[in-house]
């Protein structure tokens, strides 16, 4: 969903386009990875992230959701979605990931497939969103619709031998 002006996003664990550390996938410690973002449009009232892999051989894969993120935070901390609890306090509500648990799988291409390119979106909402928990993507995204100020996409890759 790209709607709206757009702000920084970015991660001390890699630049936009590098490789993503093992550390964060799953042949590591499948940690969530730091983000920090900056520059919010005028009237954010939350922030929700979605993680995607677009290159995953049966479509697009969904790592990672989290949302009413609320607007005076300026990072999720690395590891923040990696204890699988749906409420993080002060932090947000974590969705359901097409791995079928609740909060970050990292990557995980299957082997030899080559690199998978894996999206951080980030959007600033203009209000908290009512969903039932735990949402997926798809929920969340139609629940974002005619909300959305900006948005911010930082794309790491992993690959698999």
Not at 72 to 85: F, P, W
Not at 118 to 123: D, I, K, S, T
Request: proline share 8%; aromatic share 10%; glycine share 14%.
């Amino acid at each position: 969903m790209r709607e709206g002006a757009q702000f920084q996003l970015a991660s001390d664990a890699f630049s936009d386009g590098d490789i993503i550390p093992v550390k964060f996938t799953c042949d590591g410690e499948d940690v969530s990875p730091q983000l920090s973002w900056s520059g919010l449009p005028q009237g954010t009232r939350s922030l929700a992230l979605i993680m995607y892999d677009p290159d995953a051989p049966a479509g697009t894969f969904i790592h990672w959701v989290i949302y009413n993120i609320p607007p005076t935070l300026s990072q999720l901390e690395e590891g923040v979605g990696s204890s699988g609890a749906r409420e993080i306090p002060g932090v947000g509500t974590q969705g359901v990931n097409d791995f079928g648990d609740v909060g970050y799988g990292g990557p995980c291409p299957p082997r030899g497939h080559g690199p998978h390119k894996y999206y951080f979106a980030l959007h600033a909402l203009s209000s908290q969103l009512s969903l039932r928990s735990p949402a997926t993507a798809s929920a969340l995204l139609n629940s974002m619709k005619g909300k959305v100020l900006g948005y911010s996409l930082l794309m790491g890759r992993y690959s698999r031998q």
